[in-house]
C-alpha cells in the first residue's frame, strides 16, 4: 500500500530533493520498525538471565512498562513483559516457569497486551494470555480489545449501588446481604472452606455473567471446582481465568487483570457480572515477587511499596458501570475477593489493605469450621457496609437481635463449660443459651442444599419447628 512518501532509492535519484523530504522518509522507515505488523522490526539482545528474570539491551528507546515482547532462542519462541526499563537496558519477566533464554537471543518488542473477549467465551477455561486451556475449539475473538488503556469510571460518573440481590446462602443474606456491584472480602485461613463458599456464592442466579479467577490454586483442583463445586449448570455462563501455583509470576499477576477485562467487556454491553477472585494473597505474592526481581526494596514483612499501589488498582476497577447519556448498557461488576490470611493473621498487610478497600468483610473462623458448621462464617466479625440498603427496618432490628444473643452467648462460653451458668438469673442469656444453638443450626448450609429463596422465613420456620418440637416433648 503506497505512504504517498518517496521511498530512500527514489531520492538518491534526486540529487535535489529536500532535505525534509529525505528526513520524513527516514522517519516512515524509522517508525516501521515499532509496526507489529511490519516485516522489519527494532529488537535487542539479551544481555543478563537470573532465574526469574533477563534484561536486553537495544529496547530502552521504544519499551514502555507492560510492553509484551518476544524472545527467540534455541528453545523457540517465548513471551515475557518489560518491568524495568533502564538507560541502557529493559528487565523482561517471562510468562514461562523460568526464564528459558540464552545471552545474545535477539527480543523484539510486539507491545501491550490487548484481550478480545467475546460472548461465546462463557462456558470456557482459559489462561492468563487467554490461550485455551480446557481443550476445547479456538476461541471467537471479538472485534472490540479490551486493552490496557482501560481506565476506572470516575467516582462522579458511576451509578449508585443500591440494587440488593440473594445469595442463596442463608448467613450471608442475614448478616451480610449484598448489593449489585458491591465488592466483598472472603477472609480465611488456609483450609477453613473458602473455596467452597466461593463456589457457592458463584452459582447465585442474579447474575448473568460469572468470571472466575483462580490465583495459584492446586492444579489438580482447578477441574474439581469448576466441573463438581461450580457445576455445569452455573459453568455454563461462567468464564474461568486460571494461573495455577507452578506457573510463572507474571501469570500469576496477569490473570486477575485478564479476569478484570472480561468482566469489564460484559459490564459494558449491560451483563450483571459476578467476579469471584482467589485468592488476592497469591496475586500479591506474584507482585512481589516480580517487584523483588526488579531491585524494589520491601517496606512491610517482604512486601514492597507497589504491591499497595496495585491492589487498589485492580480492585476499584470492579463496581457499577458508568450512568449518563451514550452509555450502552448500565452493567455493573460485584466482586467477590477471597484473601488467604498467613498464619490465620486477620492483620496481616495485605489482608488489612484490601479490607478498606473493599465494601464489606466476611470473616470464615477455623474454631467455627472445626466445630462442623459450614459456611464457618463469623458473624459478629462479618459486615456489609451496604447493608442498610438490602435490609427492611424490621430486618435491621432482627438482624442486631441476633448479633446481640450470638455474642453474649460466646462471652460465656468458658462460664458455661465451667459449670457456672444458673439459669433463672439472666433472662437475656438464658434465651441466649436456648436460641443461639438453633440458631446456628438453621445457618448451616451445604453446596448440594438447596439455594435459599427468603432466608428470614427459612430462619422463622425452623426455630419455630423446634420450639414446636421441644413443647410437644
Not at 536486553?56 to 518476544?70: C, K, N, P, Q
Not at 516480580?290 to 491492589?311: H, I, M, Q
Not at 463469623?378 to 441476633?402: C, F, G, H, Y
Request: charge should be neutral; proline fraction near 6%; glycine fraction near 10%.
Amino acid at each position: 500500500m503506497s505512504t504517498g512518501l518517496p521511498s530512500i532509492r527514489a531520492l538518491e535519484k534526486q540529487p535535489d530533493a529536500a532535505p525534509q523530504d529525505r528526513l520524513a522518509a527516514l522517519e516512515h522507515i524509522w517508525r516501521r520498525f515499532d509496526d507489529p505488523d511490519a516485516l522489519l522490526r527494532r529488537g535487542g539482545r539479551v544481555a543478563e538471565i537470573s532465574p526469574t528474570h533477563y534484561k536486553v539491551r537495544g529496547l530502552s528507546g521504544i519499551a514502555r512498562l507492560g510492553d509484551i515482547v518476544e524472545q527467540r532462542g534455541h528453545s523457540g519462541t517465548r513471551r515475557g513483559e518489560i518491568v524495568k526499563i533502564g538507560r541502557d537496558e529493559v528487565v523482561v519477566a517471562p510468562f514461562e516457569r523460568s526464564a528459558d533464554a540464552g545471552i545474545g537471543d535477539a527480543v523484539f518488542r510486539r507491545g501491550p497486551l490487548t484481550v478480545t473477549p467475546h460472548a461465546s467465551w462463557r462456558g470456557r477455561a482459559i489462561d492468563a494470555l487467554t490461550r485455551v486451556i480446557d481443550g476445547g475449539p479456538p476461541l471467537v475473538r471479538s472485534g472490540v480489545a479490551v486493552g490496557e488503556g482501560t481506565t476506572t469510571p470516575g467516582a462522579m460518573a458511576r451509578q449508585r449501588v443500591g440494587t440488593a440481590f440473594m445469595t442463596g446462602v442463608r448467613v450471608i443474606d442475614i448478616f451480610t446481604p449484598l448489593c449489585f456491584g458491591q465488592r466483598l472480602g472472603v477472609f480465611a485461613g488456609s483450609g477453613v472452606g473458602k473455596s467452597t463458599l466461593l463456589a457457592m456464592l458463584a452459582g447465585a442466579d442474579a447474575f448473568d455473567t460469572v468470571v472466575v479467577a483462580l490465583i495459584g490454586e492446586r492444579g489438580r483442583e482447578v477441574r474439581e471446582f469448576l466441573e463438581d463445586t461450580i457445576g455445569a449448570e452455573s459453568m455454563a455462563k461462567t468464564v474461568a481465568v486460571v494461573a495455577t501455583s507452578d506457573e510463572s509470576a507474571m501469570m500469576r499477576r496477569r490473570a486477575p487483570d485478564t479476569a478484570m477485562r472480561v468482566a469489564e467487556h460484559f459490564r459494558d454491553q449491560g451483563h450483571r457480572v459476578l467476579l469471584v477472585l482467589d485468592s488476592i494473597t497469591r496475586f500479591a505474592h506474584a507482585l512481589r515477587e516480580v517487584a523483588t526481581g526488579t531491585g524494589e526494596p520491601p517496606v512491610a514483612r517482604g512486601y514492597p511499596a507497589s504491591v499497595f499501589t496495585d491492589l487498589p488498582k485492580l480492585l476499584e476497577r470492579a463496581g457499577p458501570g458508568i450512568e449518563g447519556p451514550g452509555v450502552q448498557g448500565k452493567g455493573s461488576i460485584t466482586a467477590i475477593i477471597s484473601v488467604l490470611v498467613d498464619g490465620d493473621d486477620h492483620n496481616d498487610p495485605v489482608a488489612d489493605s484490601v479490607r478498606g478497600i473493599l465494601d464489606g468483610h466476611v470473616v470464615l473462623d477455623r474454631a467455627i469450621a472445626e466445630q462442623g458448621r459450614y459456611p464457618p462464617v463469623n458473624p459478629l466479625s462479618s459486615i456489609s457496609r451496604l447493608a442498610d440498603k438490602a435490609w427492611s427496618p424490621e430486618q435491621r432490628m432482627l438482624v442486631t437481635r441476633l448479633k446481640s444473643m450470638i455474642s453474649r452467648f460466646e462471652d460465656t462460653r468458658d462460664i458455661r463449660l465451667l459449670g457456672a451458668y444458673q439459669g433463672g438469673a439472666d433472662a437475656e442469656l438464658d434465651i441466649a443459651v436456648r436460641q443461639v444453638p438453633l440458631i446456628y443450626e438453621a445457618l448451616t448450609q451445604s453446596p448440594r442444599d438447596r439455594a435459599s429463596v427468603d432466608p428470614f422465613a427459612d430462619l422463622a420456620r425452623h426455630l419455630k419447628g423446634k420450639q414446636n418440637g421441644d413443647a410437644g416433648e
